[in-house]
């Protein structure tokens, strides 16, 4: 197993729009060879900002990495940000776990 997770500084008062933007994209993971689930997580809330995590697991690393190469990564992510980029504190910082147990 594999687990891949974004993670997100999001705007004081934009956590309804990330939110939505999330909700309303097609992620076409439903396609994708060795993709089991995904989550969208809030976390912490500072005066700064709001922390996001994306979670999807993957039957393997490599199941992942061949998604990440896709025609279906690059049509899920095409619009990425879209025109609202003020509401991230920065880029994404991607984690990455296999599992060993």
Same mark, same amino acid.
């Given at each position: 197993?594999?687990?891949?997770?974004?993670?997100?500084?999001?705007?004081? +008062?934009?956590?309804?729009?990330?939110?939505?933007?999330?909700?309303?994209?097609? =992620?076409?993971? +439903? @396609?994708?060879?060795?993709?089991? =689930?995904f989550?969208?997580?809030?976390?912490?809330? @500072?005066?700064?900002?709001?922390?996001?995590? =994306?979670? =999807?697991?993957?039957?393997?690393?490599? +199941?992942?990495?061949?998604? @990440?190469?896709?025609?279906?990564?690059?049509?899920?992510?095409?619009?990425?940000?879209? @025109?609202?980029?003020?509401?991230?504190?920065?880029?994404?910082?991607?984690?990455?776990?296999?599992?060993i147990?």
């Amino acid at each position: 197993m594999y687990v891949a997770m974004n993670r997100f500084k999001i705007a004081p +008062d934009c956590e309804d729009e990330f939110i939505n933007i999330w909700k309303n994209r097609d =992620s076409y993971l +439903d @396609t994708v060879p060795g993709f089991k =689930s995904f989550n969208l997580m809030r976390g912490p809330q @500072t005066e700064e900002y709001t922390l996001f995590a =994306s979670h =999807s697991v993957w039957q393997s690393k490599a +199941d992942f990495e061949c998604w @990440t190469k896709s025609e279906a990564f690059r049509k899920a992510h095409a619009n990425a940000g879209g @025109t609202r980029k003020q509401i991230y504190l920065g880029p994404p910082q991607f984690e990455g776990f296999e599992a060993i147990l």
